[in-house]
């Protein structure tokens, strides 16, 4: 049974737990214990649901579907609970970490074709290029997870996406150029684009804040 424990304030204990069944059906929300309401099936999870604690606060739970995977979006009082999908920190995380895999991929990749000389590798601009990118997409990284100046982090983010597409458009046009097809890694890159595109929503939040 799928579960999301969850702090109703970031860095306190994890009070607030979700079970839900497969498909989203039959969740339970409690808190410290304690149970808050159920949610019967994933249309009624799709619409959202409210319950309002003893203490007149309020817990808003709903999942939001989108290109990639469904989003279980949680509110406390109206602001993202820490550590749920909607939380722009963890959406700054999750930025942060697909740079830090894209850094990590070319730096190995990079290092291994120039550790054995691989020309055939080399010709495609992997290697010392490789290497070179890949540090500047962990600076980018750690540029973006860099939440208490939100300015700073927007424009190394839309740096990283622009260098993500033009490293595309280049590789698709070097890989035809010489005979060989660009659709291999042309998911893996989409994938990546689409999750640095949902990081953006976090800055509206962090600037609000």
């Known amino acids: 049974m ?6 109703l304030v970031r860095g306190e204990a994890k009070s607030l737990e979700i079970n839900w069944n497969f498909g989203f059906k039959a969740m339970v929300i409690t808190l410290d214990g304690e149970t808050v309401g159920q949610i019967p099936d994933q249309a009624a999870l799709n619409a959202g649901k409210t319950f309002t604690l003893d203490n007149g606060s309020t817990i808003k739970v709903q999942l939001q579907r989108n ?3 469904p989003e279980l979006l949680v509110w406390h009082n109206g602001e993202p609970v820490p550590g749920s999908d909607g939380d722009p920190v963890q959406r700054l995380n999750t930025g942060s970490m697909v740079l830090f895999v894209v850094a990590g991929l070319n730096l190995l990749l990079g290092a291994f074709v120039v550790a054995l000389s691989l020309d055939a590798f080399a010709a495609l ?5 490789s290497i070179i990118g890949g540090l500047i997409y962990l600076g980018l990284g ?13 424009v ?3 740096l990283a996406v622009v ?3 033009a490293d595309g458009v280049m590789n698709t046009v070097m890989l035809v150029s010489n005979g060989r097809s ?3 890694g042309l998911p893996l890159r989409v994938i990546l684009i689409m999750l640095l595109l949902r990081t953006f929503k976090a800055y509206d939040a962090l600037e609000q804040a």
């Open 163 to 165: 260098l993500l597409v």
């Open 142 to 154: 750690m540029a973006v997870r860099a939440r208490s100046q939100p300015a700073l982090s927007k």
């Open 67 to 69: 290109f990639l995977q």
């Open 182 to 184: 660009p659709a291999t």
């Open 2 to 7: 799928p579960k999301r424990k969850l702090s």
């Open 156 to 158: 190394a983010l839309i």
């Open 125 to 129: 601009g992997i290697g010392i290029g």
